[in-house]
């Protein structure tokens, strides 16, 4: 007999708590939201976890607390993202292992907290005591960007989209798994048009036709503007109030199209703090992204959102001397 030391529970008692929190936290969402289903997932079955799908067009995976909005529904059942309650949010934090803030009322995100991403790797990362880099992608969502995704998704790396409304419109899930899996989403105007040789409404109407197709899909007005071309001056600025962001490190993938170089581009200019400048719409590109992942990981690096790398408040403007 061991004196002070507690009982130990039953075999297999910590994986009926683990499925059972994670299935009340499903009845909690499900009660809120009346759109997801819950199934046990056999090959995890011992370590009490579960998989949730998302049946209303956010597919299987990548489902997060804000990723449901009971209150919004769009055409055709789909479900804008949004945010749940703070019960709700709560119960899934415990249930996924979130990590809680300040107790119930603030739950820090978890983007991918049934992807496979930890409590730990979920945590904000502060960019004034590790080395911190923020890739950047333009023109998208285009056909290699679900590619890009699982390339980042590896490397648990973070990144920020800056999207052409025509084409989120045109390729509106590719958006939202985006944005589930945790990345961040900018405006590059509604048709990439040149911005200062636009008369002031017509600039505002790019800028608003791209955050209306930006909400329709994730729920969220987008908080970052990149111009078109790097193209800004004074008038193009006093028609958004939000971040202005430009880059430190252009790859020229959009001129070099080849991986190999784009790669040793990047690879070779890269500092801390610095935010790249790639296209998604070249698959060149996207062939790049596994080596440039892996060298920068093997440095040190924690790829993180423009936001994340300015603490959540980035600066007006961001690298505007290019």
Known sequence: MNIGTKPRPPAGAGARRGTTRLLTAAALVTAACGYLTITPDPAKATSGAAQVSAVAGLGVGGMTPDSAQPETRQAGGGVSPGAL?????????????????????????????????????????????????????????????????????????????????????????IVRRTYAAGHEIGSHTW?????????????????????????????????????????????????????????????????????????????????PGSVILFHDIHPSTVRAMPRILRSLSKRGYRFVTVSQLYGGRPPKLVYGAQ
């Not at 004034?128 to 590896?154: E, N, S």
């Not at 017509?202 to 791209?210: E, M, P």
């Not at 503007?225 to 958004?240: I, M, S």
């Open 85 to 173: 309650s703070v019960a709700v949010r709560a119960a899934w934090a415990r249930a996924t292992g979130a990590v809680e803030v300040a107790g119930a009322a603030s739950i820090a995100p978890v983007p991918a907290a049934i992807n496979g991403v930890t409590a730990e790797q979920a945590r904000p990362v502060d960019c004034r005591r590790v080395k911190c880099v923020a890739l950047t992608f333009d023109d998208g969502p285009g056909r290699y960007t679900d590619a890009l995704l699982r390339h980042l998704a590896k490397h648990r790396a973070r990144a920020t989209f800056f999207v052409v409304g025509q084409n989120v419109a045109a390729s509106p899930g």
């Open 191 to 271: 048709s990439h048009p040149d911005l200062t040789k636009l008369s002031a409404v017509r600039v505002r109407s790019q800028l608003a036709r791209t955050d209306q197709a930006i909400k329709a899909v994730i729920g969220v007005r987008p908080k970052l503007v990149r111009p078109p071309y790097g193209a800004f001056n004074a008038a193009v600025r006093h028609q958004t109030r939000r971040p202005i962001v430009m880059w430190s490190l252009d790859t020229l993938d959009w001129r070099l199209r080849d991986s190999a170089k784009v790669a040793r581009k990047a690879l070779k200019s890269v500092r």
